[in-house]
């Protein structure tokens, strides 16, 4: 398990991002259950409690990078900076949001910020991600592919071909299993043999290593060595980010049905957010109300995203046949 890297080692500035971040990520996702709630989007799969596991990737990454995602992925889109304004209005379907309304909660991307896609289909963007790293190294670039996926899709075989692969050619690829513990409601350690996703990397010659995934300064210093790696042409790294979701693995389904009171509480003591909060106030690198300020601003900045998704217009009809491979006569 890692530990924290030093304080020191990181910018106030850093700092404050980082935990703006998971900030503005919780607020986005409490917004989209109850617009859930109110009947206004149709089902999403919620991130809450694992906003820290892409902040401290992505705390490293530039609009160059690449990132990857899977059907729980607006904490990933976030992180690398797409618009929440844009996100907003794609959750509802609206053609103001980042696909045109097309893609909704499971497939939000933007090429812009490096943000290739999220996807519903398990395990898919492990391969795609190892596609994106052999380019870059093709192109001799200096950039880096991200890939999130969870402990459910770590026994995909595309995970095991594409690691193999990787390490084989060298490419600037990192593998972030994050481990909520439940594939669905399959209890991790039922369905993993071995117990540890980031032991399976040494069969493959490549760096394994299992992080605090509540805690977003350990996020940052496993994050930093393995982007570093990845840049200076030494291969892929294998992270198994520990974490847990709060609710659900979609909108309806009660969690309680298959984990306990007790192991929910346990984890919600350990939340990433308020961990940060306290390490920021007692290092003096931020006040109470300087937080309470960014707090405040990511409320704000949630609210208006969400308005500019109610009130932007939905597609029109002629959008069905634009944005398809083959138009059939």
């Avoid at 971040?21 to 259950?33: G, N, P, S, Y």
């Avoid at 809450?48 to 892409?54: F, K, L, S, T």
């Avoid at 893609?103 to 812009?112: S, V």
């Avoid at 007692?282 to 308005?307: M, N, P, Q, V, Y």
Wanted: proline share 3%; glycine share 10%; charged share 25%.
């Amino acid at each position: 398990m890692a530990t924290a890297t030093t304080s020191s080692a990181i910018t106030k500035d850093k700092l404050l991002w980082m935990y703006e971040t998971m900030v503005l990520i919780r607020k986005f996702e409490e917004q989209a259950r109850r617009e859930q709630d109110s009947g206004r989007l149709r089902g999403t799969h919620s991130a809450i409690g694992q906003e820290a596991v892409p902040t401290g990737i992505c705390a490293h990454l530039k609009d160059t990078d690449f990132v990857l995602g899977n059907h729980r992925s607006h904490h990933h889109c976030i992180a690398k900076g797409v618009d929440v304004n844009e996100m907003m209005a794609e959750l509802l379907g609206k053609v103001t949001g980042t696909n045109r309304g097309k893609g909704g909660t499971m497939h939000i991307a933007d090429i812009t910020k490096g943000m290739l896609g999220a996807n519903g289909v398990v395990g898919s963007n492990i391969p795609v991600a190892t596609g994106v790293g052999l380019s870059a190294k093709t192109r001799k670039t200096d950039q880096v592919s991200v890939v999130f996926f969870g402990d459910g899709a770590a026994q995909q075989g595309s995970l095991h071909e594409s690691i193999n692969l990787a390490a084989i050619w060298k490419l600037p690829v990192i593998y972030v299993c994050e481990n909520n513990r439940y594939a669905e409601s399959t209890p991790f350690e039922y369905s993993v043999a071995g117990g540890s996703i980031a032991n399976r990397a040494a069969g493959y010659g490549v760096p394994g290593v299992t992080v605090d995934g509540q805690n977003v300064l350990d996020m940052y210093e496993v994050g930093g060595e393995a982007v570093r790696r990845a840049r200076a042409g030494e291969g892929p790294t294998l992270i198994e980010a520990q974490t847990y979701r709060y609710f659900g693995h979609y909108g309806a389904d009660n969690p309680l049905g298959y984990r306990s009171k007790e192991e929910q509480d346990h984890y919600m003591s350990k939340d990433c957010i308020r961990q940060m909060r306290k390490h920021l106030t007692e290092s003096k690198f931020a006040t109470g109300a300087e937080l309470d300020a960014i707090d405040k601003d990511c409320h704000t900045r949630i609210e208006a995203a969400t308005k500019f998704g109610v009130d932007s217009p939905f597609p029109d009809l002629d959008e069905l046949t634009t944005d398809v491979y083959i138009k059939y006569p």
